[in-house]
């Protein structure tokens, strides 16, 4: 059974620096990985998605890398900004004609200015 | 085109009520997926649905709940009988159609979700 971790629970950063937000999953066997951001009180909204056999993906300020191998994936959040606050969710797509993703349970990040 | 829409936003319920949840999938897209966020856990999928079939149910409770994605209209998560510890969100996304050969799975998009409160 998939099984994925997200660290650090919460982060609180000042505007303008980098950060990381870890996610990592039990079984490596996964068709793809998906990031999510999740405003309070509102769905989530994708913000990257990794297929198995890419290594990273881009979008502006994000960058989020799969390393399969080690069953983690990282998400890249340069020059941070007051509206980047929310919390970010990682979801594995396991392999095995599944469509279903497991959840972590999300980076709740605070950006202060 | 406008994106997955659910509704109510907000749902209140008595103990023992009926609470029904509607999910309209994005244009084009055939299949829909519920999911169910409790507080301070992670989302956690409850049910897979195309078009007049349940595809997986595996993560619904065994009673009191049910899906259906009827050939027109939204599909509809019906908790029967609610209790306090369903209290939570539910969100519900769609995906479009996959065709036959190929081994893409389409990202799934999801709605702002339903906000139930069991009184």
């Known amino acids: 059974k998939q099984e994925v971790t997200q660290i650090p629970a919460a982060l609180s950063v000042p505007e303008g620096e980098n950060l990381v937000l870890n996610c990592s999953f039990t079984d490596s066997a996964i068709y793809n990985l998906q990031w999510f951001r999740q405003d309070p009180g509102k769905g989530l909204t994708s913000l990257l998605l990794i297929q198995s056999s890419q290594r990273e993906q881009t979008s502006g300020r994000l960058n989020a890398s799969l390393d399969k191998s080690s069953g983690r994936s990282t998400l890249y959040i340069a020059a941070s900004q007051p509206g980047d606050s929310a919390t970010y969710l990682c979801?594995?797509?396991?392999?095995?004609?599944?469509?279903?993703?497991?959840f972590g349970r999300g980076t709740s990040l605070i950006v202060h200015p | 085109n406008a994106g997955v829409m659910q509704n109510p936003r907000h749902l209140v319920r008595r103990r023992g009520q009926e609470a029904r949840l509607r999910c309209s999938p994005m244009k084009g897209h055939s299949h829909v997926y519920w999911y169910r966020q409790l507080p301070e856990e992670g989302l956690k999928f409850m049910v897979y649905?195309?078009?007049?079939?349940?595809?997986?149910e595996s993560g619904m409770p065994k009673e009191r709940f049910s899906a259906e994605f009827p050939k027109e209209g939204p599909s509809i998560l019906r908790i029967q009988q609610v209790v306090r510890g369903d209290s939570a969100a539910y969100f519900c996304?769609?995906?479009?159609?996959?065709?036959?050969?190929?081994?893409?799975?389409?990202?799934?998009?999801f709605g702002p979700g339903t906000r139930l409160t069991v009184l």
């Open positions: 996304a769609s995906s479009p159609p996959t065709f036959p050969g190929t081994t893409i799975r389409n990202t799934q998009y």
């Open positions: 649905l195309q078009k007049e079939n349940i595809i997986d």
């Open positions: 979801a594995a797509h396991t392999s095995g004609g599944s469509y279903i993703p497991t």
